[in-house]
């Protein structure tokens, strides 16, 4: 054999060049997961901002990739989809209670809200908005008491079955709380950007964000100690309630 042709000997495999093989390897399920969530928060951001969809289009586009992403996803991994939202959805009697108190909650946040109208709406501008609002997207009366039933009870359980469901507790469940619960936080406060991008300055925009960001986590631990996505449905559906009807005031 011609020894200028004969390959080097490759270097002995250290611990250290031995971690990043492992360490890529032990984030691959994460990413199986999270990258695909991150790929959907991003079209649709693209749909609503760029492309100024109409908003029954946004409804559309959202249902299809909020809930059919996380189906095949889950599907490919083999997860037994029909079981897993069965103990989700479930209510057992001694819930039932809890359920209860969190309806009161609910309506105790609604008629705060609605207390606390004038300042709430003079403090973030939602006469601008709303104004905004009917002028972009010709929205009257009609389109906005249907939104009064879509945004509680479709768009609030879309949204929690992909941020809570898929990119919470499936990430959670494969051994991951960490990136569990900051990643499906982060994408949940980024998603709410297709919704008032412009709306506010800067400093009350981050403000909001970071508001969200811990909803998000709060919405997480809540999932994580109730294990019923009902509940948190409901109490999610019933703060946009109270968010709607404040608007309501000015509309």
Request: hydrophobic share 60%; proline share 6%; net charge positive.
């Amino acid at each position: 054999m011609n020894p200028w042709l004969a390959q080097p000997p490759s270097p002995p495999m250290t611990e250290k060049t031995q971690a990043w093989p492992k360490r890529l390897n032990a984030a691959i399920p994460v990413w199986r997961t999270m990258l695909p969530g991150v790929m959907a928060v991003l079209f649709f951001l693209v749909c609503a901002r760029v492309l100024m969809a109409p908003y029954a289009l946004k409804s559309v586009i959202k249902v299809i990739l909020f809930l059919g992403i996380p189906y095949f996803c889950l599907r490919n991994e083999q997860v037994d989809i029909r079981r897993k939202l069965k103990n989700l959805f479930r209510i057992k009697k001694r819930e039932r209670r809890l359920l209860l108190h969190i309806l009161l909650a609910g309506a105790g946040i609604i008629v705060t809200a609605h207390l606390l109208a004038t300042p709430l709406i003079t403090a973030f501008g939602i006469a601008g908005i709303m104004s905004e609002i009917k002028a972009r997207a010709h929205t009257d009366m009609r389109v906005f008491i249907s939104a009064l039933v879509h945004i509680p009870l479709i768009n609030a359980l879309v949204e929690e079955l992909f941020f809570r469901v898929f990119l919470f507790m499936h990430v959670y469940e494969q051994g991951y709380p960490r990136a569990a619960m900051v990643g499906s936080a982060i994408l949940f406060c980024c998603y709410h950007l297709a919704m008032f991008r412009n709306w506010f300055p800067w400093p009350v925009l981050i403000m909001i964000l970071g508001a969200l960001f811990l909803a998000g986590i709060l919405l997480n631990y809540m999932l994580l100690r109730w294990k019923r996505i009902v509940l948190i449905w409901a109490l999610h559906g019933l703060v946009n309630l109270a968010i709607l009807l404040l608007a309501w005031r000015v509309f």
